[in-house]
């Protein structure tokens, strides 16, 4: 009975591998694809801005109203710090306690991926492989890898 409970186990942590991989590899092109077009997007929306309002605002302005902005925010943000207000130090402490529980399993699975990944590369090495097998096990190697840091023990 005991051997069926732990069968059983391996069983759904298997599954659980597979469904994450699939997910990984099906949704890793259409997010990545995402924030790029996203990021080019502001980018030539800043280049655009910036002569326009260089030309209409003066070349100093723009300089220096950044740098307000930026003094407000911060002015903004270091009295919410340092104010007795119970919401903002509630805040920083939930903050403070998710980045102590996060850390630590970010940092596994940081490691195991680029274990995994290193284990790829060594094999594309070690088995001369071509282009396309040669990203397949870098890729298989950093998905294992990351997905045993995630939920292994």
């Given at each position: 009975?005991?051997?069926?409970?732990?069968?059983?186990?391996?069983?759904?942590?298997?599954?659980?591998?597979?469904?994450?991989?699939?997910?990984?590899?099906?949704?890793?092109?259409?997010?990545?694809?995402?924030?790029?077009?996203?990021?080019?997007?502001?980018?030539?929306?800043?280049?655009?801005?910036?002569?326009?309002?260089?030309?209409?605002?003066?070349?100093?302005?723009?300089?220096?109203?950044?740098?307000?902005?930026?003094?407000?925010?911060?002015?903004?943000?270091?009295?919410?710090?340092?104010?007795?207000?119970?919401?903002?130090?509630?805040?920083?402490?939930?903050?403070?306690?998710f980045v102590r529980w996060c850390w630590p399993r970010v940092r596994r699975v940081g490691v195991e991926a680029f274990c995994g990944a290193?284990?790829?590369?060594?094999?594309?090495?070690?088995?001369?492989?071509?282009?396309?097998?040669?990203?397949?096990?870098?890729?298989?190697?950093?998905?294992?890898?990351?997905?045993?840091?995630?939920?292994?023990?």
């Amino acid at each position: 009975m005991e051997s069926c409970a732990i069968l059983l186990g391996c069983v759904k942590r298997l599954t659980w591998f597979t469904v994450a991989a699939l997910a990984i590899v099906v949704l890793a092109g259409p997010i990545l694809g995402i924030v790029v077009t996203l990021g080019v997007f502001a980018l030539i929306g800043f280049l655009l801005w910036l002569p326009l309002h260089t030309v209409f605002c003066g070349p100093h302005s723009s300089w220096r109203s950044t740098c307000e902005g930026a003094k407000k925010w911060r002015r903004h943000m270091a009295a919410c710090v340092r104010s007795t207000d119970d919401r903002c130090h509630a805040f920083g402490v939930r903050v403070a306690d998710f980045v102590r529980w996060c850390w630590p399993r970010v940092r596994r699975v940081g490691v195991e991926a680029f274990c995994g990944a290193a284990v790829g590369v060594l094999i594309v090495v070690l088995t001369g492989a071509q282009e396309a097998p040669a990203v397949a096990a870098v890729a298989v190697g950093l998905t294992a890898g990351a997905l045993l840091g995630l939920f292994g023990e």
